[in-house]
């Protein structure tokens, strides 16, 4: 199996682990919610402390501190090779599937250690989901895409309308509606796109991770997606790696700066990074000057 195909829910996988979480003491909401508006700060869902992570001798990722809040839009940038993938496959143990791959330190989902002995990743993955680059629908109909993690969780009740919700989060609904027992990869690529979030949020994950999904879309299929973000961004909290600091400074409430060598070198409000960023390597960086 790709990487790319793990994506989604594991066949292999039949059994639904829901005791992954535990609430961490002290980790309850403190001014949260869509309610109290998205721009302010809300409670840490996915934090790292120290991570280094290693393809067998080189180093990739570099101390990495870092809290991200709950239904928020952050947005990673920086240039090629500085580790944004890495740290986004970190976050729901993609890179267990990569042999070479170390990772130390401590990352924290809710509280709980993802590296942990008692952590089941493919459970993780059912609370962390991820939208990749390339589209990759299943070679099955649209209904069979979305329904697909459900089935693989044994919740056979309500599927038609969890399908038809799944596929109006994520902004296809009308699009399809009328052609469901059609195959997924007959849709146009936008389309596959919002598939593939339709796919990644019928099984009700709490982040949805993505790592460029809009770069091989065109510029109309990319505002949808984007316009799509910003509403998932209500119910899910969202990480986008994108090479466009346009889309970054228009879609995100927090950004990430990842410099060559695999630091992470700011992150803060989307607003200050791009207003009033601290540090002048960044500063060079979103304005041109190297990258
Ligand atoms: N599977 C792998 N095996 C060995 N080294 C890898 C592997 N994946 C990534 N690396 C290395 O780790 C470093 C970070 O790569 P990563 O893909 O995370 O960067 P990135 O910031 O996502 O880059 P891009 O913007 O090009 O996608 C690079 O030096 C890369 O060569
Ligand atoms: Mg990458």
């Given at each position: 199996?790709?990487?790319?195909?793990?994506?989604?829910?594991d066949?292999?996988?039949?059994?639904?682990?829901?005791?992954?979480?535990?609430?961490?003491?002290?980790?309850?909401?403190v001014?949260?919610?869509?309610?109290?508006?998205?721009?302010?700060?809300?409670?840490?869902?996915?934090e790292?402390?120290?991570?280094?992570?290693?393809?067998?001798?080189?180093?990739?990722?570099?101390?990495?501190?870092?809290?991200?809040?709950?239904?928020?839009?952050?947005?990673?940038?920086?240039?090629?090779?500085?580790?944004?993938s890495?740290?986004?496959?970190?976050?729901?143990?993609?890179?267990?599937?990569?042999?070479?791959?170390?990772?130390?330190?401590?990352?924290?989902?809710?509280?709980?250690?993802?590296?942990?002995?008692?952590?089941?990743?493919?459970?993780?993955?059912?609370?962390?989901?991820?939208?990749?680059?390339a589209?990759?629908?299943?070679?099955?109909?649209?209904?069979?895409?979305?329904?697909?993690?459900?089935?693989?969780?044994?919740?056979?009740?309500?599927?038609?309308?969890?399908?038809?919700?799944?596929?109006?989060?994520?902004?296809?609904?009308?699009?399809?509606?009328?052609?469901?027992?059609?195959?997924?990869?007959?849709?146009?690529?936008?389309?596959?796109?919002?598939?593939?979030?339709?796919?990644?949020?019928?099984?009700?994950?709490?982040?949805?991770?993505?790592?460029?999904?809009?770069?091989?879309?065109?510029?109309?299929?990319?505002?949808?997606?984007?316009?799509?973000?910003?509403?998932?961004?209500?119910?899910?909290?969202?990480?986008?790696?994108?090479?466009?600091?346009?889309?970054?400074?228009?879609?995100?409430?927090?950004?990430?700066?990842?410099?060559?060598?695999?630091?992470?070198?700011?992150?803060?409000?989307?607003?200050k990074?791009?207003?009033?960023?601290?540090?002048?390597?960044?500063?060079?960086?979103?304005?041109?000057?190297f990258?």
């Open positions: 199996m790709t990487q790319e195909n793990m994506s989604s829910p066949p292999d996988a039949e059994t639904e682990n829901d005791t992954l979480v535990s609430p961490r003491p002290g980790s309850e909401a001014n949260a919610g869509r309610g109290s508006g998205r721009k302010s700060d809300s409670r840490t869902v996915i790292s402390r120290n991570l280094d992570v290693y393809y067998g001798n080189d180093q990739a990722l570099q101390n990495i501190d870092i809290a991200i809040p709950q239904n928020q839009v952050t947005a990673m940038i920086g240039p090629s090779g500085c580790g944004k890495t740290f986004l496959r970190c976050i729901n143990r993609m890179n267990d599937l990569i042999d070479s791959c170390r990772v130390d330190g401590d990352l924290f989902f809710e509280g709980k250690n993802v590296y942990d002995d008692d952590v089941d990743p493919v459970s993780l993955r059912r609370h962390i989901g991820m939208v990749f680059q589209p990759n629908p299943f070679p099955k109909s649209i209904y069979d895409n979305v329904a697909y993690g459900l089935k693989v969780q044994g919740k056979t009740e309500n599927v038609d309308e969890k399908v038809e919700q799944a596929l109006k989060g994520a902004a296809l609904w009308d699009e399809v509606k009328n052609r469901l027992d059609e195959s997924g990869l007959e849709l146009s690529g936008g389309q596959q796109q919002r598939l593939c979030i339709a796919r990644a949020i019928a099984v009700d994950p709490e982040v949805i991770l993505m790592d460029e999904p809009a770069s091989a879309l065109d510029p109309v299929a990319t505002s949808q997606i984007e316009d799509l973000i910003d509403d998932l961004a209500e119910e899910y909290t969202v990480i986008i790696v994108t090479h466009n600091m346009q889309q970054a400074a228009r879609i995100s409430d927090k950004t990430a700066v990842f410099l060559t060598g695999g630091e992470l070198v700011e992150f803060d409000d989307t607003q990074i791009f207003e009033n960023p601290q540090s002048q390597r960044v500063e060079d960086y979103i304005t041109g000057k990258g």
